[in-house]
Nanobody, 121 residues
Framework: QVQLVESGGGLVQPGGSLRLSCVAS????????RGWYRQAPGKQRELVARISSGGRPNYADSVKGRFTISRDNARNTVYLQLNSLSPEDTAVYYC???????????????WGQGTQVTVSS
């Protein structure tokens, strides 16, 4: 069984910063791509950033230059550094990993439960 647990969300003022973390645990053989998505009220879930197994990042245009994704493979953790936050960044942020579980033939995508980020003065 595989679990993803996010943390680090909260209330922050415009222009502020947060660091989100997502720890993968359980019967994991390997973790491929790792990503962060977000869903604002009344909107569809959207990709924010993704990082490959080799550490290559990709970002949505709306967060380029402000957010940074990184991963610590030894800790099975992926991070999202959020800088220069604006109210438009308010959303629930979800971790999404492509994982090969022990005993599995194929990889599959797993989701965390989400962490709320609220940007408001």
């Amino acid at each position: 069984q595989v679990q993803l647990v996010e943390s680090g969300g909260g209330l922050v003022q415009p222009g502020g910063s947060l660091r989100l973390s997502c720890v993968a645990s359980g019967s994991i053989l390997s973790i491929n791509n790792r990503g962060w998505y977000r869903q604002a009220p009344g909107k569809q879930r959207e990709l924010v950033a993704r990082i490959s197994s080799g550490g290559r990042p990709n970002y949505a245009d709306s967060v380029k230059g402000r957010f940074t994704i990184s991963r610590d493979n030894a800790r099975n953790t992926v991070y999202l550094q959020l800088n220069s936050l604006s109210p438009e960044d308010t959303a629930v942020y979800y971790c999404n990993d492509n994982i090969v579980a022990r005993g599995a033939v194929l990889s599959r995508n797993y989701w965390g439960q989400g962490t709320q980020v609220t940007v408001s003065s």
